[in-house]
């Protein structure tokens, strides 16, 4: 049965649960053509020509646009200029597009796409990134000069000092797979060329001012010139930022060239080939720890697989190299982390953003060197773990805020009864087919961008001559229920009814950039700068209150729909009629800045994040001796999310993230052939069915953060990190062995 | 050839009778409600239901559902007023997030429900198991589920 308190609230519910939501796929504009990609079966090779005319000639098609179609520049990206929205030097990888063909009708463009011819020198596919780091190795993109996007490294201590003081060096070799999203929406956006010269854009996107920038770039037209209006969409994950942009700018070029609005709706199978992953990582890790139960010293190598694009890959493999030691105390720390170019699909940003590969390893390295030691898993755990006042592996003391992983690990400990299961577990030894094991693992979060970007956004609180309130935020609905959050904050600083507010849909024109929505940053962000818009609002309500109240406008409360004085009230709808009157708005831009944070790129040291989040999930599993499968039979997780604005919408962020992470752990993976995508649809790219998921409990702890305005912090990325650490040590004390490759595969007994 | 959706019956040419249903209900009446998210029935966001029973819209051509009675996801509230009991469970459990899913689940659940007044969480999963989520790991949706169920029991 469901643990609500009270009904869970969203401001776009009724819309979506009767099927009245229009998502982007959904829209009509008279006079629409439709659109689709070509792309060519090649991995990589060098362009010679796309020959057009025939498929130009096709019934119904009204453009066929290349590379030499765009006015802007085809080559974008939001850190490196590299990805080209069409193919104009070289194709990198399978999912390049080369042409994209505009038509009447969908099926009219589909078959003119197949008639498009490309003439292209294959050239070698360079598809393992160890390879792509030779010296001797063929460039990607030759003029970046290196195979390498990036690289980071911490340098704390003397790494041999560490490992001399050790007792033992835990010496191991992790690897992880390509993720995809899996969003259930593929990527659609419509361009409309507006009479007044705009071209607007409805999209499936979790970034409307990327979408904006990138289009403004392929069109080579100033931002003002391109307006990108919110539409519901049907997840993101972190996946829906440069190629859900990329669409709909491709659209936006096709409907430039044709003066027609254009749909660009991506099947599932375009989507999984053309659209980033997370990275597989491929890590060796050296632990060594004393006789005195302390970690020592940890060295590691990152290889991030970045593919054929950079994307965001430098702020990935920046959040693996701040979190690269887990949540623990190291004082000896040296790691270098690289990010690499190959010819694979390209990899970016996924819930998690470098954090879940990381704790995979680190969740079970901890366990080996704990049992070596023959001390119990949660005490080596609470002997290294961060504490209040404690000092990061990146020299940052966490003081400012309530640092509660004993919290959360203590709550998953009592409510799973793991220690009274851990004494049941099979150890590869069990009377019939199903051995039984629990596990669990922990985490520290930085939470929003950190020092990997520059971090604020703004809210406009706008309040009607009626006292209805208009609440614009730089943040996006991606389906997590950010408007709704947004609503409630504001709601909750003015004293009014959540029903007097309405969230605008977000449109490019109205608010400034925001940053994305990306990094756990919505609620943290956005709800910040809705709060000190509200206390501006507040503030001009406050001083013409306190006039015709008789009282000092510092004296002013708003609750209950209204503004109380010590001798008296007005109806919030009152003072509002009194400020028209004085020709004064309740109006006010609120713009949150994160605080300060500050990094070394060459020490890898400094305060990396300006608060932190803490987690833990534990985890029941029964594994088949015959069949090797991993069945789930129970999950608890605890997250601190600072305040939780809408408990009903965090809760269902933890189930989603546990559930995404246990097809993480057991079953998902993106199988690559020569640089093709093999699983493009959901029938070979196995996510979580309700069937595979066990009952999950969910503890929300709460500890406002002062960094954060509405005290809130994060949980979306989180409730994502975890999961595979805790199956894999479940899986290891149900069987006995320990899997350090993703997805698990448990091998099979043939005694059994 | 006719087809009912929805209670309104609709005239079908033989033309339209190779048309796949999702694309007809789409494309040709606006039912946009059902979506399409893989192509290939396996996701199930394209759930309508077929004289009573789930079926998967992007698998069906017209011609295989001519004569039939169909009902989507905008013909399970009347115009106005209060949402049916299982649609307000949905919300009221947080059972929604992006929503792309969330027609079809709930047509799959009134199906079920209707057949199984009285159902356990663990057929309640079953249920659903051909409808994917993304989101939400199921938990919510199963309690607004369990939570509708009392209201089909006559």
């Known amino acids: ?112 796409a197949r008639l498009v011819r490309v003439e292209a020198e294959p050239l070698p596919p360079l598809l393992d990134p160890e390879a792509a780091l030779r010296p001797d190795a063929p460039l990607v993109h030759e003029t970046h000069g290196s195979n390498v996007i990036c690289t980071h490294h911490v340098r704390r201590g003397d790494v041999e000092e560490g490992f001399r003081e050790s007792e033992f060096i835990l010496e191991q070799d992790f690897a992880t797979q390509f993720i995809e999203h899996a969003y259930l929406e593929p990527e659609s956006g419509l361009a409309i060329p507006r009479d007044d010269g705009v071209m607007e854009i409805r999209g499936s996107m979790q970034h409307p001012y990327s979408t904006r920038r990138f289009t403004a770039a392929l069109l080579g037209v100033p931002l003002t010139e391109v307006e990108v209006v919110g539409t519901p969409m049907g997840g993101g994950f972190g996946g829906k930022d440069d190629t859900a942009a990329i669409v709909c700018a491709r659209a936006a070029l096709a409907a430039r060239v044709t003066g027609r609005p254009v749909k660009m709706t991506y099947d599932r199978e375009w989507s999984v080939r053309e659209s980033y992953k997370r990275h597989p990582y491929r890590v060796h890790y050296r632990m060594g720890v004393g006789r005195d139960g302390l970690i020592k010293a940890v060295q590691c190598r990152v290889v991030a697989d970045g593919g054929a694009y950079c994307s965001v890959t430098p702020w990935v493999t920046w959040r693996s190299t701040v979190q690269c030691c887990g949540p623990y105390l190291v004082p000896h720390v040296h790691a270098d982390i690289y990010g690499v170019y190959t010819n694979n699909v390209f990899t970016g940003a996924m819930r998690g953003f470098g954090s879940p590969q990381i704790n995979f390893m680190i969740e079970q390295l901890v366990e080996m060197a704990a049992e070596r030691l023959g001390l119990s898993l949660l005490e080596f755990r609470r002997r290294n773990m961060v504490r209040q006042g404690a000092t990061t592996i990146t020299g940052q003391v966490l003081d400012n805020h309530v640092v509660s992983l004993g919290h959360v690990l203590d709550t998953v400990v009592e409510k799973l009864g793991y220690e009274e299961k ?33 971090d604020f956004c703004s809210a406009i609180v706008n309040v009607q001559f009626d006292g209805s309130v ?16 947004m609503v409630l904050i504001l709601a909750g600083e003015l004293g009014i009814p959540r029903e007097r507010i309405r969230h605008r849909r977000a449109n490019t024109s109205s608010i400034p950039d925001g940053g994305t929505t990306v990094a756990s940053r919505g609620t943290v962000m956005g709800g910040g700068a809705v709060v000190l818009a509200a206390r501006e609002v507040k503030r001009k309500m406050a001083a013409v209150a306190g006039e015709c109240l008789g009282c000092a406008p510092e004296a ?9 004085g010590p001798s008296g009230a007005m109806p919030f ?16 831009i609120g713009v949150f800045q994160s605080p300060t944070v500050s990094w070394d790129e060459a020490t890898g040291q400094g305060n990396a994040y300006f608060t932190w989040v803490y987690g833990c999930q534990g985890v029941e599993v029964a594994v088949s001796r015959k069949t090797g499968k991993v069945r789930l039979l129970g999950v608890v997780a605890a997250h601190d999310v600072g305040r939780a604005v809408n408990p009903a919408l965090v809760l269902g962020q933890i189930y989603g993230g546990v559930a995404m992470g246990a097809g993480y752990a057991l079953t998902e993976d993106v199988l690559m052939d020569g640089g093709r995508i093999a699983s493009l649809n959901y029938d070979s790219y196995r996510i979580q069915r309700a069937t595979d998921l066990p009952e999950i409990t969910a503890v929300i702890v709460e500890n406002p953060d002062s960094n954060s305005p509405s005290g809130a912090k994060s949980i979306g990325e989180p409730t994502n990190e975890l999961m595979a650490p805790a199956v894999a040590n479940a899986v290891y004390q149900a069987t006995g062995r320990r899997y350090f490759r993703l997805p698990i595969r448990v091998e099979v007994d043939h005694d059994a | 050839m006719t087809l009912e959706v929805n209670g309104r019956r609709y005239e079908l040419s033989a033309a339209d009778l190779e048309k796949p249903l999702l694309q007809y209900l789409r494309e040709d009446l606006d039912l946009t409600g059902a979506k399409n998210g893989c192509g290939i029935g396996v996701c199930g966001a394209c759930t309508v239901l077929l004289d009573g029973a789930p079926v998967k819209a992007c698998r069906l051509s017209l011609g295989a559902v001519a004569g039939r009675a169909l009902l989507t996801i905008e013909g399970l509230e009347g115009p106005a007023g209060p949402l049916p009991p299982l649609q307000q469970a949905f919300l009221d459990a947080g059972a929604i997030q992006c929503g792309f899913c969330t027609p079809g689940m709930v047509l799959t659940a009134h199906a079920f429900l209707l057949k199984t007044p009285v159902p356990t969480r663990a057929q309640i999963r079953r249920a659903i198991s051909a409808n994917l989520c993304r989101c939400t790991g199921y938990q919510q949706i199963v309690d607004a589920i369990e939570a509708a169920a009392p209201h089909y029991r006559t």
């Open chain 1, 1 to 112: 049965m469901s643990t609500l308190k009270e009904p869970c609230w969203r401001n776009d519910g009724r819309a979506k649960v009767t099927g009245a939501a229009r998502y982007t796929d959904d829209l009509k504009a008279p006079g629409m053509l439709h659109a689709v990609p070509v792309y060519t079966d090649y991995v990589h090779a060098r362009l010679v020509a796309v020959h057009t005319d025939e498929a130009r000639r096709q019934p119904g098609v009204a453009a066929v646009i290349t590379a030499r179609d765009a006015p802007g520049e085809v080559r974008f990206g939001q850190i490196i200029r590299d990805y080209r929205m069409l193919v104009d030097d070289k194709i990198r990888c399978h999912g390049d597009v080369v042409a994209v063909v505009a038509a009447g009708t969908r099926a009219e463009a589909l078959a003119a």
């Open chain 1, 422 to 454: 851990l004494q049941r577990c099979s150890r590869g030894r069990a009377d019939g087919d199903e051995l039984y094991g629990v596990g669990l693992a922990i985490s520290y979060r930085g939470v929003s961008l950190g020092a990997e970007g520059v």
């Open chain 1, 470 to 485: 208009l609440l614009d935020v730089a943040v996006h609905e991606n389906g997590q229920g950010s408007e709704a959050a």
């Open chain 1, 573 to 588: 709808e009152q003072v509002i009629r009194e400020m028209q009157q004085r020709k004064q708005y309740a109006y006010a």
């Open chain 1, 556 to 564: 002013i409360r708003f609750v209950d729909g209204r503004l109380e």
